[in-house]
């Protein structure tokens, strides 16, 4: 499954009030196959169908089977045409058996059951009076435990079993389900699709999607690879998806393990709920991924979502995880799967910088949310787990084996991990197990620190030389930890990490030191003083890192070291020392730096230096050839906040860029600097109100960008006027959810009579059921700073079927809570603090060009 994660806030504990240790359920037996028989009725949103389980009984004297079954109107249950007694509380349903199971003799549990208007599991998609151009569409969802909402089952991923889907369909629509087509029969007006997956898989990735797709065809070697897309969007599913052959042959030699499928399925359905869904054979993705040409210049997120779901092929559908406290094991290998892919497709500094990405993000949800071990299973419901604790933090314990077994032995350990246990449910254990048979390594020391708790270090590294003895002193602390901390229950951690003295002309000398300590310094005897210093060659260990180097030699890193990341690293610490100086050496590789992932974080350093000589530098951005490092550029120049910063975002603003994404940061920049500008924002409001009313185009990133720069004008009743007309139902989808969390953001400055209006609005917005609809109305809400937010957003935490809306209300409750108890007086000192840090710039600016003439 991919990620689709919401920002929140929280009192830094996972574990929210009800949370429980789960674990799978007794097992009665082993499920051999599973065959369901639907009749949808597509116009009323119902279907009727059988369930058929073949269960072979661990033993003999079972009297009473128990499945997952929520909603859902069961009319018969039988076992061999014989009627079974059975209760059902709308949750579970316990049947009777009459006559009790025999131990290896196979039960057929053959269930009669009706949906009307299912809520989850199965999702009807239909033009609706707001929306006349939606596709007809059915599709499913299972993971994590929503089969049951579709199907009567045991809905756990311990169970695997064969599966079969014989479906009843308007002759006009297409069924694509897992496995191979069968059989198809044209009865009257509808069209029976009858598939069938013969290798076992558990329930959460059984699925089914219906519409009047326009199918294209691919293969590998082969296998047949397809693409089922809205009809009209032929040349966007080319480009998004056309590489999944390439994909499929890197992964099986990645993986060391052929394709194991006989088919690979992609369907881009609408409405979905997340951004894709592996199921067996057939991945559901969804419609939002589809690139326009424009759109393509810098998105390269649908070519890593097609490969993050096509690499659960192996790690999730082939290898099984045995229970939701593992997931990491099958979405940390998707996510890094990203990295590897990133990696054969555009090259080394391109995977590095991904890889940090993927740092980063987890970094960000363990900062502001809350820190977690990876494995646990204490939660409430499993789909809690589904963070960046999961995806990114997992992508990362992957690397780090990488990093510490070496690439050889590495790909040995993930070839041995797949082989063994192919068609087969796994544990952490099991991967640990595979890398010891495969390489002698045992990693326990690894996966305690990073996988069994929570955490990771961060490092504060310092440099000095000492010329006369012709020796490199190295301190590191680790700042995580409290002073005097020691043994297994402290912060520290216990690594092994690679330091490089690096010089302009001539090899590195690389020393490798035990870091465990809370301070340590090292000292090494080198021939002469070194250009700069890297600390974790090669950016192996999860961490973050501050670098308390001299000037000289955090300028040669930027300028010399090989390794990207680490050249990112020395922007930071340069902007962090400021001065004209720290402009100028970050100035020179913003234009001179051979990767656009380091020119891009220049950019972004150079605003924070805040002086003025720092925006003549970052305007060499805006010329640069790669859009990523433009929209960098436009980012920074709106924190600058000077006349000439908006004058220069207006024109891009009003004249656009080849890239939506620039273009549409240069709106919500010109608007943002614009804000508490009588004259400016006059001249803005026209042109967003221009923007909006001719510039739709591509999942509307350019109109949302015009939202987001009203969204800036916190004190202006007119921008929210605005806002509050695109929350309107007809709006496009990804309009009208930019205008809903714009609502939170202007709702900072405006009258308690707006204030009012924003509360109404929200709470209108919080009943209606679209699963993206309640989270953005629950962010909105989030950010607002009045005790009446929190009753809508409890209201809605207590209605919602979505576990993940549900957590994200109460965290919001959390974090409006704060904010409404925040001390006036506070907000007034903040207001004079950031009005003297503003002349102090100014101040400091003209002494830095004072002192440039004097030289």
Not at 535 to 555: C, M, R
Not at 792 to 810: F, K, N
Request: glycine content about 6%.
């Amino acid at each position: 499954m991919s990620k689709l994660f919401f920002d929140g806030e929280s009192d830094r504990n996972f574990e929210l009030p009800g949370a429980r240790p789960h674990y799978n359920p007794d097992r009665p037996g082993q499920v051999e196959h599973i065959f369901l028989d639907l009749d949808l009725d597509i116009p009323n949103q119902r279907y009727r169908g059988t369930c058929t389980t073949r269960i072979n009984p661990v033993r003999s004297g079972i009297d009473r089977l128990t499945l997952d079954a929520v909603n859902l109107a069961i009319e018969s249950v039988k076992v061999g045409g014989n009627d079974q007694k059975f209760d059902y509380d709308g949750e579970q349903l316990s049947v009777k058996l009459n006559p009790v199971s025999e131990a290896g003799q196979a039960i057929e549990l053959e269930i009669a059951y009706a949906v009307d208007r299912p809520q989850r599991g199965l999702y009807f998609i239909a033009p609706t009076e707001h929306y006349p151009n939606k596709p007809v569409q059915v599709w499913t969802q299972g993971e994590d435990e929503d089969s049951r909402f579709w199907f009567p089952c045991f809905d756990y991923p311990g169970q695997l079993s064969s599966s079969e889907i014989r479906v009843r369909v308007p002759k006009n629509l297409l069924a694509i389900s897992n496995g191979e087509l069968v059989e198809t029969q044209e009865d009257g007006d509808s069209k029976i699709y009858h598939w069938l997956q013969k290798d076992i898989h558990p329930t959460y990735l059984m699925t089914l999607a219906v519409g009047d797709f326009a199918e294209l065809r691919d293969e590998w070697q082969g296998i047949p690879v397809t693409y089922y897309v809205e009809k009209g969007r032929e040349d966007e599913a080319r480009r998004s998806m056309g590489k999944t052959p390439e994909m499929i042959e890197f992964f099986t030699q990645t993986f060391g393990y052929r394709y194991p499928f006989p088919k690979y399925a992609q369907v881009c359905v609408g409405d979905f709920i997340f951004g894709g869904m592996e199921n067996t054979s057939t991945t559901l993705l969804t419609d939002r991924c589809l690139l326009d040409e424009r759109a393509a210049i810098d998105n390269r997120s649908s070519e890593s979502l097609v490969a993050h779901e096509l690499a659960h092929q192996w790690f999730g559908d082939l290898v099984v995880i045995k229970h939701w406290s593992h997931a990491w094991i099958k979405e940390g290998m998707a996510s890094y799967s990203e990295v590897l892919w990133t990696n054969h497709e555009y090259g080394a500094d391109e995977a590095a910088y991904y890889m940090l990405g993927e740092a980063r993000s987890y970094l960000d949800e363990d900062a502001s949310r809350y820190r977690r071990p990876i494995v646990t299973h204490v939660y409430r419901e499993a789909i809690e787990l589904y963070d960046r604790h999961l995806y990114e933090k997992g992508a990362c314990v992957y690397h780090m084996i990488r990093a510490e077994l070496g690439d050889e032995l590495f790909f040995k350990a993930v070839h041995t991990f797949v082989n063994d246990n192919a068609h087969r449910t796994v544990e952490t254990i099991d991967l640990l197990r595979a890398i010891e048979k495969s390489t002698g390594r045992n990693l326990q020391f690894l996966f305690d620190q990073y996988v069994f708790r929570g955490g990771h270090p961060d490092f504060k590294v310092a440099y000095s030389w000492d010329g006369d003895s012709n020796l490199a002193k190295v301190t590191v602390t680790q700042t995580q930890a409290k002073e005097g901390e020691t043994g297994l229950k402290s912060e520290l951690f216990d690594l092994k990490i690679p330091i490089a003295f690096g010089y302009e002309n001539g090899e590195p000398k690389i020393f490798t030191v035990r870091v465990h300590d809370r301070e340590q310094s090292f000292y090494f005897p080198l021939s002469e003083k070194p250009s700069f210093v890297s600390f974790d060659v090669g950016n192996k260990f999860l961490k973050t890192v501050t670098l308390e180097y001299p000037i000289a030699e955090l300028k040669a890193q930027l300028q010399h070291d090989p390794d990207p990341i680490s050249r990112l690293y020395a922007a930071e610490a340069i902007a962090k020392k400021g001065g004209l100086e720290a402009v100028k050496a970050l100035a020179k590789a913003l234009k001179d730096d051979s990767f656009w992932g380091v020119r891009r974080e220049v950019a972004q350093q150079l605003a924070t230096v805040k002086l003025d000589q720092a925006f003549e530098e970052l305007l060499a951005g805006l010329q640069d050839p790669e859009a990523r490092v433009r929209r960098a550029t436009v980012e920074a120049l709106m924190e600058l906040k000077t006349p000439a910063s908006y004058e220069a975002l207006k024109a891009i603003a009003s004249q656009g860029d080849a890239s939506y994404y620039v273009e549409a940061a240069a709106i919500r920049g010109v608007a943002t600097v614009a804000a508490g500008n009588e004259e400016q924002e006059s001249e803005v409001l026209d042109l967003l109100r221009s923007i909006l009313e001719t510039r739709a185009g591509w999942n509307e990133v350019i109109r949302a960008g015009a939202i987001a720069g009203l969204s800036q004008m916190k004190t202006s009743e007119s921008a929210l006027n605005l806002i509050l007309e695109y929350t309107a139902i007809g709006t496009p989808q990804p309009l009208r959810l930019a205008a809903i969390r714009a609502l939170g953001t202007i709702s900072s400055g405006q009258t308690k009579a707006n204030i009012e209006r924003i509360l109404n609005r929200l709470k209108e917005l919080s009943i209606e059921s679209f699963f993206l609809t309640q989270v953005s109305t629950v962010v909105a809400l989030g950010q607002m700073e009045t005790m009446k937010a929190v009753g809508i957003l409890q209201s809605l935490a207590d209605h919602t079927p979505d576990g993940r809306v549900r957590r994200l209300a109460e965290e919001s409750v959390k974090k409006v809570l704060k904010s409404a108890g925040k001390d006036q007086a506070v907000q007034k000192l903040q207001q004079e603090l950031d009005q003297l840090k503003k002349d102090n710039q100014e101040l400091k600016s003209r002494l830095e060009a004072i002192e440039a003439k004097s030289k």
